[in-house]
């Protein structure tokens, strides 16, 4: 840590600009190899004690964390019934996009307010942490009391992923990427939980920030793309929508996840925080942590990549949920697209004798219904 003696003498008040990728990945590879060289120390023994010195919760926060993720899956659960059910029912949606309008609705409530009140705090109060993320560590002591704004944002997001954990495995549908989904409300959680409780809250929020504005266009476009055919007519403004959030949400997950959370979360988390507290706890834990959610963007942003590269090649006509079923419903759907397939067959096997133009006819009624 002595070679960036220099660093630590900036002042305050002074930005530190934005580094590209490979001054991230240079400079945080050699400050995170010295300190792993440094900490001749480290061990089980050491973060016990650790753990024991620099840990702040309480066990009124504990409760509120649990009454508050009861709080939402109740809240989940009235809505669905009372409001969003009802009102897919009233739509006329088909009864696929019925059953699966509710969790998106219910997401799109609840990210949009959580993204509003981090947007308030880190733009329109006297934070500084987007626009300076290493100022997060400038002024770190251990058992610092957390504001009572961010500690309210801090309630509200870990008392929703400890709800996402249960509403993930038990109230949404399974689908391919659900066993990641449950590994990303696993890490997101802990490190909203331990960041809190090692005082880290001020980076917390930037990641937080960071991360639900991809909820929001996710949700608004799958609800456009339920809403697009509803009793047996088909709605341009939703296909339009849907299109346009699709395009929204590509772009933004690079630029929030891809460009602004490694260059501005990782560089302080990596290099900034040891420059402010050279004995900073949890360093490589909390950085390990931060290392596997930008691992889980990327692996998201291949499926992406794989609704772009369909939609260019022809693959797909309009705009779909990637995140594809698994289980009852995929079975249901391949079994559907067999008897389809095979009754294709066997209609045109019927009509051999027909003549070219009848035959034309009746294959394309065939196949429009089982596009």
């Known amino acids: 840590m002595d070679s960036h003696t220099d660093d630590d003498s900036m002042r305050v008040g002074e930005v530190e600009p934005m580094p590209g990728y490979t001054g991230l990945v240079t400079r945080a590879s050699a400050v995170m190899l010295n300190a792993l060289r440094d900490c001749s120390a480290c061990g089980l023994e050491l973060s016990k004690r650790t753990l024991l010195d620099n840990a702040y919760i309480t066990w ?5 964390f649990f009454m508050c993720a009861v709080m939402w899956t109740q809240i989940r659960r009235g809505l669905t019934e009372c ?3 009802p009102f897919a029912q009233w739509c006329c949606l088909q009864p696929k996009d019925t059953a699966k309008m509710p969790e998106s609705a219910w997401k799109l409530v609840f990210y949009t307010m959580s993204w509003s009140y981090s947007t308030y705090l880190l733009f329109f109060t006297n934070y500084t942490f987007f626009h300076d993320p290493p100022s997060a560590f400038y002024d770190w002591k251990s058992g610092m009391t957390v504001p009572t704004d961010i500690a309210i944002a801090y309630l509200i997001q870990g008392s929703f992923y400890g709800h996402s954990i249960y509403a993930t495995v ?4 399974w689908r391919k990427d659900s066993t990641v989904m449950v590994v990303h409300h696993v890490v997101t959680l802990a490190l909203i939980t331990f960041s809190y409780a090692f005082r880290f809250h001020s980076i917390g929020l930037l990641v937080l920030f960071l991360h639900d504005i991809n909820d929001i266009q996710l949700e608004f476009t799958k609800l456009n793309v339920y809403f697009k055919t509803r009793g047996g007519d088909y709605y341009l403004i939703h296909d339009i929508l849907s299109n346009m959030g699709s395009v929204s949400f590509s772009i933004t997950w690079f630029w929030f996840r891809l460009y602004w959370f490694p260059l501005k979360v990782l560089y302080a988390t990596c290099v900034s925080s040891l420059q402010s507290v050279p004995n900073i706890p949890f360093y490589f ?3 390990s942590l931060l290392l596997t959610l930008l691992c889980m963007n990327i692996y998201w942003f291949l499926f ?5 590269a369909k939609v260019l090649t022809g693959q797909m006509k309009d705009v ?5 079923y698994e289980g009852e419903e995929g079975a249901q759907r391949a079994a559907a697209l067999l008897m389809a397939q095979q009754r294709l067959q066997s209609e045109d096997a019927g009509h051999l004798n027909n003549s070219a133009e009848g035959k034309h006819v009746q294959n394309g009624i065939t196949k429009e219904k089982h596009l």
């Open 60 to 64: 009124t926060e504990i409760g509120l």
């Open 83 to 85: 409001l969003f059910k």
């Open 170 to 173: 038990y109230m949404d549908d």
């Open 285 to 287: 834990f909390f950085n």
């Open 304 to 308: 992406i990549v794989a609704f772009v």
């Open 320 to 324: 779909k949920d990637l995140r594809e």
